[in-house]
């Protein structure tokens, strides 16, 4: 048997969860139950409990958390676990589920907890601004601006439109104010960035295209104009996955970034609001285990490692900082 407890965390507010949730949550216990392990159900509360329940899981003994909601979700979760040996498994129930894009995850809820047969698991290291683990992106500026702006119900009603009409509302009203962007040696000026863990952003486009989640070093990508009407064209160029070529747009690799600016300047991280500038990014390699689609668990593919889980009871050193 691969696990003997796991801890189910889910967010009940999630997009895909709002309808019939008490028939999915049985549906899906079940279907985990069905690997023959017991299971942990803990439905979060409020912003950030979802860190709290992941810590006290570990610290319970399971020897897999298993994170039931959108990348917010996710984020809180690996709050709670990161330098832990412990796998994440994730079903994605957000709006955008970029992670789940990211690694191939079906968003069917059925076939998502069928990598509990065949996926490998993969340690991963994850970003870093200040204390705060991500595992996909960090974002600073105008996308900062519309995920403070978006209203919840909205987002429940129109789901991805609700950002959609947040970010009209950006483009007319953000003062595009310049920041400082300190890498490698060199102090680069933007007025949105992007450092990417990964290549999916958002709803599917791709703006640190270069970025691979199991490497260990960031993609940054940095817009550079003050003009919100050169922003139209750096997004059609973005659909295009052409906006590299843009003399304006910077990209680069790094392990770590210094960004300086002013106080009113927002930073999200994996789509949640996390605070302002100043702010300095790093990484922490072999961060997390995560369980990932594939033909045959603990098989080992290119670029990340694949790892045994540890068994209930093992110590979980370095689950929280």
Not at 195 to 211: L, P
Not at 291 to 317: N, Q, Y
Request: charged share 20%.
């Amino acid at each position: 048997m691969r696990f003997s407890k796991a801890a189910l965390i889910y967010n009940p507010t999630a997009r895909r969860l709002r309808w019939r949730p008490a028939r999915k949550l049985r549906a899906v216990l079940e279907h985990i139950r069905s690997f023959g392990f017991a299971v942990e159900v803990h439905p979060t509360a409020d912003s950030h409990h979802a860190t709290s329940l992941a810590r006290s899981a570990l610290q319970r003994g399971c020897d897999l958390i298993i994170a039931w909601g959108g990348d917010g979700t996710v984020n809180e979760v690996v709050g709670g676990m990161a330098g832990s040996r412990v796998p994440l498994m994730v079903i994605p129930a957000g709006t955008a589920n970029v992670l789940a894009k990211e690694i191939g995850l079906p968003l069917d809820w059925a076939d998502a907890v069928g990598v509990l047969r065949t996926g490998p698991i993969r340690r991963i290291a994850l970003g870093r601004v200040g204390s705060r683990p991500f595992v996909l992106m960090a974002g600073i500026g105008v996308d900062a601006a519309v995920l403070g702006s978006v209203h919840g119900g909205l987002k429940t009603l129109l789901g991805q439109g609700a950002f959609w009409m947040a970010g009209l509302r950006q483009l007319l009203s953000y003062p595009f104010t310049p920041f400082e962007v300190q890498a490698e040696g060199e102090s680069r000026r933007a007025t949105f960035a992007v450092i990417g863990r990964a290549r999916n952003y958002g709803g599917g486009f791709q703006i640190a295209g270069q970025a691979d989640l199991f490497s260990e070093d960031f993609q940054v990508c940095l817009f550079q104009t003050r003009s919100r009407w050169r922003f139209p064209h750096y997004f059609w160029n973005v659909l295009r996955r052409r906006h590299h070529r843009l003399s304006d747009v910077l990209q680069f690799r790094t392990r770590s970034v210094l960004v300086k600016g002013s106080p009113e300047i927002g930073v999200q991280v994996d789509g949640e609001l996390m605070g302002c500038l100043p702010q300095s990014l790093t990484i922490q390699p072999d961060a997390l285990s995560l369980l990932i689609p594939g033909p045959g668990a603990g098989e080992e593919s290119s670029g990340g490692e694949a790892v045994t889980p540890r068994k209930a009871g093992d110590s979980a050193k370095g689950s929280c900082r």
